[in-house]
């Protein structure tokens, strides 16, 4: 069994409700031997929806859940009787869900905040019954509406954390440490690459009450947007952060050079990344005194704030939450309003099958359904309803 419970990643099979056939049913009794026609119309299928909810962080409670069914509609039944309506299922997913079609790998729909309810397959309507076929030139008629077919659909549910501040940066380069420092946040931390394998969440406070999210993935590799190292599988959790927050150590060879990299591994994987405000932290300063921090200051990239950290010392850490608050509240950095414009690229279908394989998520969901119905209206073109009792005189 896996050790960690953080999924993020799950392949379902969706399949909403058939509508219920209408009734083909001529009333005929002891006083109205003529009723004339009076099958009900047949209930619709149950549809599937999507709903936010804040209280779920993980796809956990979906990774066993390979098949959902929604209720099918009941059929219409004599005097009028109207069918059941299949009931409707909803299905709770936490805020930043992208839906994707698992065999043709297109883009669906996506959930973004609490309480947002998006439809994924809607039910079948349900089939008129005879009554409904009435006219002065056919008083009886003898046939009725079948409910509209069922849809299904397998899909592929993958989660985008929704985090204010995004951190970016090599293995071993001080992410995990700073989220620890900052937060309540707990991630593991140790001396030697890829200790932190899943995505970890912190709440960061900041003055006045006010406090911001932090993200903190598993370290970039140069390579990561071919799929090197794991880089592949979480970059999408930066995706739709509001700030990138670059961190490089200093005992770097070249700062520049391996800002560059990163640079180009979200460019690769999505361009639309570099249009995210952008903070660079030189990251390990308490090795550094002053004269070594003015050498290496020209060296860095321009056009984005920097700043010298040491999340161990505590050195820069408030001036550091100062430049975050201020970028993050600038005008051409809301959030708002914009997590609903997001473009969702279709996912590439030459490298699906390898991405399936690796979640452990390639077996086939599908599932043969059997028609109930099958065969009842060619045993009994219509009903007739014999309620009246023999006369015992």
Not at 125 to 149: D, M
Not at 151 to 180: R, W, Y
Not at 202 to 208: F, K, L, Q
Not at 307 to 327: C, T
């Amino acid at each position: 069994m896996a050790e960690s419970n953080f999924v993020d990643y799950v392949k379902i099979c969706c399949r909403s409700g058939k509508g219920g056939r209408g009734s083909m049913h001529l009333r005929h009794v002891k006083y109205n031997p003529n009723g004339g026609p009076d099958g009900g119309d047949g209930g619709r299928g149950g549809s599937i929806y999507l709903r936010g909810n804040h209280n779920y962080w993980t796809l956990l409670h979906l990774k066993f859940q390979r098949h959902v069914f929604a209720e099918h509609g009941g059929n219409g039944g004599r005097d009028k009787c109207h069918g059941t309506d299949g009931k409707d299922i909803y299905i709770d997913v936490p805020c930043g869900t992208v839906v994707y079609n698992a065999e043709t790998g297109k883009y669906v729909c996506d959930v973004n905040y609490d309480g947002q309810t998006v439809l994924l397959l809607k039910g079948g309507r349900g089939g008129l019954g005879n009554f409904q076929f009435r006219t002065a030139t056919n008083q009886a008629p003898r046939y009725a509406q079948p409910g509209e077919p069922m849809q299904e659909l397998t899909v592929i549910m993958e989660l985008k954390l929704l985090a204010d501040v995004g951190l970016v940066g090599f293995p071993n380069a001080g992410k995990s440490t700073l989220l620890a420092a900052v937060s309540a946040a707990k991630p593991k931390i140790a001396n030697y690459p890829f200790t932190t394998l899943e995505p970890n969440l912190g709440i960061v406070s900041y003055r006045d009450s006010k406090s911001f999210v932090m993200a903190d993935i598993p370290g970039i590799i140069e390579g990561a947007s071919a799929g090197k190292g794991l880089g592949l599988r979480f970059l999408r959790h930066i995706e739709r952060n509001s700030l990138l927050l670059f961190m490089v150590p200093a005992d770097s060879d070249d700062i520049r050079k391996e800002y560059e990299i990163l640079l180009n591994e979200l460019r690769t994987f999505n361009p639309e990344m570099l249009d995210k405000q952008r903070v660079l932290a030189v990251t390990k300063c308490d090795m550094l005194d002053q004269e070594l921090m003015d050498e290496i200051e020209p060296t860095l990239p321009e056009g984005i704030p920097h700043i010298f950290i040491s999340a161990v010392s505590g050195m820069g850490i408030p001036a550091l939450k100062d430049i975050l608050w201020e970028e993050l509240n600038k005008e051409s950095n809301k959030i708002e309003g914009k997590v609903d414009n997001i473009a969702h690229r279709a996912k590439d279908l030459s490298h699906l099958q390898e991405e399936l394989k690796e979640e452990g998520e390639d077996e086939d969901l599908s599932y043969e359904y059997v028609n109930e119905d099958e065969g009842i209206e060619d045993l009994e073109d219509f009903e007739y309803e014999e309620d009246w009792e023999e006369d015992k005189k």
